[in-house]
């Protein structure tokens, strides 16, 4: 499989390491052409945008081409990010795979759950990594962002940070900040039903990165949270890693806002995923500012 | 989406799947009508979006018309675990051999569809031993598959030929219509072999609902949430009367979390979306003006990249314009904080630096007021 740093930051000594060309697709929309702006002022490398019927034009100086293929091609960029309305998401991501993109950052919210799984299939095909839909994007501090997070939050560091929510890993990583703990990456799973990259995955991404800790965030739904934590005790992971989870007091059966977040019966309970959590020796915060409290304690005061 | 069990059904009926006679009202007047198309002894059944309706008493069985005047009022009044009769489903009594489980069922962790099949029907799929489960990608089940789980949970002779009939149209209906569930629970065996959808669940995946106009006449939203969608918010309405609101599901939880946490009762969970603007947060101001119950609001926003002082114009606002009169707690993270505490000093919002404290002065507040 596609190694997700080896695309996002390339090897010492190539002549673009910590400085990965990225595409935008959508770069012109409203919502596209701000992140755009903040992730060149955070120093991302946009080297192209894409938006049909806009090719030639330029936005902040990076030049916009009619497809994915004409931007590829010029830029040799292997990363996109998606910023197309759900509706279109499926045939701009059909269209970035298509044209050899590696590592594709799906922000829309709203992608129906079968365009998702059809994405997947795809890129499985084309050894490529999807990140998403619904996600806020991936950060690595200091170096590259990729998303719609805000920079305030995030401080180089050691720590990694998984989260199924978007403004939650924000909060949780400041939180982190505060104390001291920065993060080697900040990484959104998304919070829609099917993922791109599960937790599971991203966590055997980011296992093998010389970290101190890895922090998880979670919410109800699914049982993305029961099987990382067998996946802990089965890999016998031996770094701390500590967990939030968001939803404790939601009502079962009811959408909370992300479409992944409902639980029916038992299945996506908080309850469920805390009691399997400790079984594989993960604290879970109750509320985000315990989270480096945790971590603290479980580092035994060394800190990141 | 969660389609009521009479929907599901005329969605199975639409696939060919065979469902018992049956007719739906909402009124007894109605129901009197039905009576007589489907002819005693029926079964009452409530139409609710939950599980356990026969324990809870919302389905009985009905042999008379004296029967039908006590119970059809009394099932129409029935609220199980928080939900509501929405109305009510006559269905002909049907006499047979022996109950199944059915589904097609979207798994997350695996990202596919899996068929699930058990020799034991009519009870909660959490509590079915002998589950008969395969994989099957986007949810096109080859017949191979669906003979082999046919015979794993024991059928025989027609039945297994009318299973996987079943198991297909299903299926058929679970891709075409986008669903996450699609569960006949029990399906019946009769004593001819043949088999018959005696309950259905199906669940829509809501982010598709745009290609699928054919099934808006089953969205049920109450006017608040439809509000809600226009302004691209996410609404769920609780039974507190503190308001919660904030900008991504996340957060919105784990505020709701936390103020039930302190003894706070949560009277909606609001999320506004990852941005948060002056219209945005004014436009949830007003959503919340109109549910009565509200006490106080508690404002939890991550911003960022969003300036707070935009966010307390959109409070000022909301007073000045008479919106509300309520008191809120917020809590707004990002630049200017110190100059927005400043905007708000004589306003009924009341800023907090952490969300701890927010939620304290809420629970307080909101208490004392009664």
Redesign the interface.
């Known amino acids: 499989m596609a190694d997700l740093f080896e695309i996002l930051i390339g090897k010492e000594g190539e002549k673009d390491y910590k400085k990965k060309p990225v595409i935008v697709q959508g770069i012109t929309g409203k919502f596209g052409s701000f992140h755009t702006q903040q992730m060149i002022a955070y120093g991302t490398n946009i080297v192209a945008g894409v938006t049909p019927g806009k090719g030639g034009q330029q936005f902040e100086n990076v030049p916009i081409y009619e497809t994915v293929k004409e931007a590829v091609v010029a830029t040799g960029a292997k990363i996109s990010i998606i910023f197309v309305p759900a509706k279109f998401f499926r045939d701009a991501a059909i269209e970035a795979l298509e044209a050899g993109i590696k590592l594709l950052i799906a922000i829309p919210e709203h992608v129906p759950v079968r365009d998702a799984m059809t994405i997947l299939e795809l890129a499985k095909n084309k050894d490529a990594i999807m990140i998403g839909p619904n996600t806020p994007g991936i950060i690595v501090p200091g170096i590259i962002k990729i998303g719609i997070m805000p920079a305030t939050p995030f401080k180089p560091g050691r720590i990694a940070v998984l989260s199924r929510s978007g403004t939650l890993m924000y909060e949780v990583s400041h939180n982190l900040s505060v104390a001291n703990f920065g993060q080697s990456v900040s990484l959104g799973i998304g919070g829609d039903p099917i993922n791109g990259t599960t937790v599971i995955e991203a966590f055997d991404m980011i296992r093998k990165l010389d970290i101190d800790g890895v922090v998880v965030v979670g919410e109800i739904g699914g049982d993305a949270e029961e099987l990382l934590a067998q996946h802990i005790i089965d890999t016998k992971f031996d770094k701390p890693v500590v967990a939030y989870i968001a939803g404790r007091a939601a009502p079962k059966e009811k959408r909370m806002g992300h479409a992944g977040a409902i639980i029916y019966g038992t299945y996506g309970s908080a309850e469920s995923k805390v009691s399997m959590y400790a079984k594989a020796n993960v604290p879970v915060a109750k509320r985000p500012a315990e989270v480096p409290m945790l971590l603290a304690g479980k580092l035994g005061g060394k800190k990141g | 989406m969660?389609l009521l069990e009479y929907q599901a059904k005329s969605l199975f009926a639409e696939y060919g799947i065979r469902i018992p006679k049956g007719v739906t009202s909402t009124n007894i007047e109605q129901g009197r009508k039905d009576a007589k198309v489907i002819g005693f002894p029926f079964v009452i059944k409530a139409q609710m979006?939950?599980?356990g309706r026969g324990k809870a008493g919302a389905i009985q069985k009905c042999h008379n018309a004296d029967e039908f005047e006590l119970k059809y009022p009394e099932i129409m009044q029935k609220v199980v675990?928080?939900e509501k009769t929405k109305a009510i489903l006559l269905e002909q009594m049907q006499e047979y051999k022996k109950e199944l489980y059915l589904s097609m069922f979207?798994n997350?962790?695996k990202?596919?569809y899996t068929v699930i099949a058990s020799s034991e029907g009519g009870v909660?799929i959490?509590s079915v031993k002998n589950q008969v489960i395969r994989e099957v990608?986007?949810g096109h089940v080859d017949k191979n598959t669906a003979e082999e789980v046919a015979k794993s949970i024991g059928l025989k002779d027609n039945s297994i030929e009318e299973f996987v009939n079943l198991v297909q149209k299903l299926s058929k209906l679970t891709?075409e219509k986008?669903a996450?569930l699609a569960e006949i629970n029990p399906v019946a065996i009769l004593n001819d072999g043949t088999l018959l959808a005696l309950d259905g669940k199906v669940i829509i995946?809501?982010?598709?609902m745009?290609?699928h106009d054919e099934l808006r006449k089953f969205q049920e939203v109450s006017e608040l949430e439809e509000r809600a969608e226009k302004s691209g918010f996410?609404l769920?309405e609780?039974e507190g009367n503190i308001a919660v609101v904030?900008?991504?599901?996340?957060?919105?939880?784990?505020s709701?979390?936390?103020?039930?946490?302190h003894g706070g009762k949560?009277a909606c969970?609001l999320?506004v979306g990852?941005g948060a603007t002056t219209e945005t947060v004014y436009d949830a101001l007003t959503l919340i003006s109109k549910m009565k119950k509200v006490k106080g609001i508690l404002v939890n926003l991550?911003?960022?990249?969003v300036k707070t002082t935009t966010v307390a114009t959109a409070f000022i606002k909301a007073y000045e314009d008479k919106i509300i009169d309520i008191p809120v707690f917020a809590r707004m993270?990002?630049a200017e904080a110190d100059k927005s505490k400043e905007m708000l000093k004589d306003s009924r919002t009341k800023m907090f630096d952490?969300?701890?404290e927010a939620i304290n002065a809420a629970v307080i507040g909101v208490n004392k007021s009664g």
């Open positions: 969660r979006a939950v599980g675990k928080g979207l997350r962790s990202r596919c909660e959490e990608g986007l891709i986008e996450e995946d809501d982010n598709a745009f290609r996410s769920v609780l904030g900008n991504g599901a996340g957060l919105v939880m784990s709701l979390d936390m103020l039930s946490d949560p969970f999320d990852g991550y911003g960022g990249i993270s990002g952490t969300v701890e």
